[in-house]
C-alpha cells in the first residue's frame, strides 16, 4: 500500500514564486490535514479537510491555499512564496476524527 | 482553544535506564491524546492513543502512557531503554471538531 503520498520531497524557491505540494492518499481516509514543521518546533495545522469539498483553516493558514476536489488529494498552495515558508510540511491523513493519522514522508522547503 | 506543552525539550538518559517524556495540555472541550514518534528524517508514527476507557494506556516498542484527568497530564515512560529508541516525541491533542494541536516535541537521547 502506497498510503499517503507527497510530491516533491526538496524544493528550492524564490522569493514571490509559487508553488503546489502534492499529497495522495490511497487509504479512502475522509480527514486530511497539512502540517508545517520549523526547526526544533511541533508541527503546525495550517489546513484540514474532513471530506470532499470541504475544508477549514488551522493555526497558521495565512500565505496558503488548499482545495479538496477528491477524496484522495489534498494540494496546498503557495501563491506568494516568502522565507518565512521555510519549513518541512507534512501531509496526513485518518479514517476519522478519533482515528491515528498517517503521515507522508514530508517536503522540504527552502525560500530564498 | 487548546494548547500542549511538553515540559521537557531534551531528555539524555543511558541504555536500559526508565524514562519518562512530559506532556500536559489545557483544552475546553474534551480531546483525544496521542504520542507520536518521529526517527531521524522520517515522518511521524502513533506510538499509542487514549480515547476513554482505561486511563493507562500501552503502545508499541514497549512505551505506555497514564492520562490523569485532574492533572491534564498524559506523560509517556518506558521502563528501560534502547539506543533506538533515540527519536523526537510529539503529544498531541484532537477535539471532535478534528482540529489538533501537537506540542513542540521532546528530543529523547539514549547513550550507552
Known amino acids: 500500500n502506497a498510503g499517503v503520498t507527497q510530491t516533491p520531497k526538496f524544493r528550492i524557491l524564490k522569493i514571490g514564486q509559487s508553488m503546489t505540494l502534492q499529497c495522495a492518499q490511497d487509504m479512502n481516509h475522509n480527514y486530511m490535514y497539512w502540517y508545517r514543521q520549523d526547526p526544533g518546533m511541533g508541527l503546525k495545522l495550517i489546513y484540514y479537510s474532513v471530506g470532499a469539498g470541504i475544508t477549514d483553516k488551522g493555526e497558521v493558514p495565512n500565505g496558503y491555499n488548499v482545495s479538496r476536489s477528491t477524496t484522495e488529494d489534498f494540494p496546498l498552495r503557495l501563491e506568494l512564496a516568502a522565507p518565512s515558508q521555510t519549513s518541512v510540511y507534512f501531509c496526513?491523513?485518518?479514517?476519522?476524527?478519533?482515528?491515528?493519522?498517517?503521515f507522508g514522508s514530508g517536503t522540504q522547503l527552502s525560500v530564498l | 482553544a487548546q494548547s500542549v506543552t511538553q515540559l521537557d525539550s531534551q531528555v539524555p538518559v543511558f541504555e536500559e535506564a526508565p524514562v519518562e517524556l512530559r506532556c500536559n495540555y489545557s483544552s475546553s472541550v474534551s480531546v483525544y491524546l496521542f504520542w507520536y514518534v518521529q526517527y531521524p528524517n522520517q515522518g511521524l508514527q502513533l506510538l499509542l492513543k487514549y480515547l476513554s476507557g482505561s486511563t493507562l494506556v500501552k503502545g508499541i516498542n514497549g512505551f505506555e502512557a497514564e492520562f490523569n484527568k485532574s492533572q491534564t497530564s498524559f506523560h509517556l515512560r518506558k521502563p528501560s531503554v534502547h539506543i533506538s529508541d533515540t527519536a523526537e516525541y510529539f503529544c498531541?491533542?484532537?477535539?471532535?471538531?478534528?482540529?489538533?494541536?501537537f506540542g513542540d516535541g521532546t528530543t529523547l537521547t539514549v547513550k550507552p
Open positions: 498531541a491533542v484532537y477535539t471532535n471538531a478534528g482540529k489538533s494541536t
Open positions: 496526513a491523513s485518518s479514517y476519522s476524527r478519533s482515528e491515528k493519522l498517517f
